[in-house]
């Protein structure tokens, strides 16, 4: 971070040709009244129109405004992370290049986030999109998202976010992580808080979401919530499964022995079948567990990497952490 830059502000841009000089003069507006040193990182995500033309435009006008171009796209979690790994500022916010996140509701994430919150959500409360394709299923994923997540959020997918440098900056993103930011935080012990933020609609350009983004938020969120809960004791989870098929097959093989006695032919019984099926899947689920025991242990110890995040201490060596 640059003790010279508060804030950081990153924007993804795909295709947003005629959306970007409104945008940056909006938010550059904005920051200045903020009073507080700033920068403005575009990250051309593989843009094929004339967005780049443009944002070296702006870039060239404006000093504070930098600009991190993909040689193709990457999508937008990596867009994130590219002005994340860049950004220098002690708080960070992120927001659509669409224009329909506004610029003046920056102030009051900024306001809420200094109340001593680590992560300001944006809450589109009157959102601007359709309502089958678009505020349906966001709905039902954010309260699923906030179920097993634990950290309850309105709106997960409003990209209008703000966040101390600090907790962003010891978050990976992959695949297409960005929504769950706020859940990945939450295992550092953040304080999340919301607040109601302005949705526009959209006037250059086309959405770049569809329904097939439904099954991959889905995906996502069990990958979330096994990294949340299972990701340094990965024996729980498989083991479970292991000791439950065991369990089955043992059941199912006492059966048998019973009907054995009785002098019923087991030759091709299906029970017998299925209880050697179960206790041949019971091995395999808990040799996976042993194998991710050992791949836990080979990540955090050849990368001296903790299992624990500390806050702050005090009269140690080291200060805050």
Not at 136 to 161: E, Q, V
Not at 207 to 222: A, G
Not at 258 to 282: A, C, E, Q, W, Y
Request: glycine residues 8%; hydrophobic residues 45%; aromatic residues 8%.
């Amino acid at each position: 971070m640059d003790p010279n830059i508060h804030l950081s502000v990153i924007i993804p841009v795909f295709n947003e040709e005629a959306n970007i000089p409104p945008l940056h003069a909006e938010l550059h507006g904005v920051m200045e009244r903020t009073g507080r040193a700033y920068e403005i990182l575009f990250i051309d995500d593989g843009s094929t129109d004339g967005s780049f033309s443009v944002l070296k435009e702006v870039a060239h006008a404006n000093p504070a405004t930098r600009v991190i171009r993909f040689r193709r796209r990457f999508g937008q979690t990596a867009a994130l992370s590219a002005g994340i790994d860049h950004a220098r500022g002690e708080i960070i916010i992120t927001m659509d290049a669409d224009l329909q996140n506004d610029p003046a509701d920056i102030p009051a994430l900024l306001a809420k986030l200094e109340q001593g919150f680590d992560i300001v959500s944006g809450w589109r409360v009157r959102r601007k999109d359709p309502f089958l394709n678009r505020r349906l299923p966001s709905i039902l994923a954010n309260r699923l998202i906030s179920k097993l997540s634990g950290i309850r959020l309105h709106d997960y997918g409003c990209t209008l976010k703000a966040y101390k440098a600090g907790v962003l900056k010891s978050i990976r993103l992959y695949g297409e992580m960005h929504r769950f930011i706020p859940a990945l935080a939450s295992w550092l012990g953040v304080e999340v808080a919301e607040v109601q933020v302005n949705h526009r609609p959209r006037i250059h350009g086309k959405s770049k979401y569809d329904l097939t983004r439904v099954v991959r938020v889905v995906l996502d969120l069990i990958n979330v919530k096994f990294l949340l809960t299972y990701s340094t004791r990965p024996i729980q989870v498989f083991g479970f499964f292991g000791v439950g098929a065991f369990g089955l097959a043992l059941v199912g093989l006492i059966i048998t022995a019973l009907l054995r006695l009785r002098g019923v032919d087991i030759t091709g019984n299906p029970l017998f079948l299925i209880s050697i099926m179960l206790l041949l899947m019971g091995m395999q689920f808990v040799t996976m567990g042993l194998l991710g025991e050992i791949s836990i242990r080979t990540y955090h110890e050849t990368q001296d990497k903790r299992i624990y995040v500390i806050r702050e201490t005090v009269n140690s060596p080291g200060g805050e952490a």
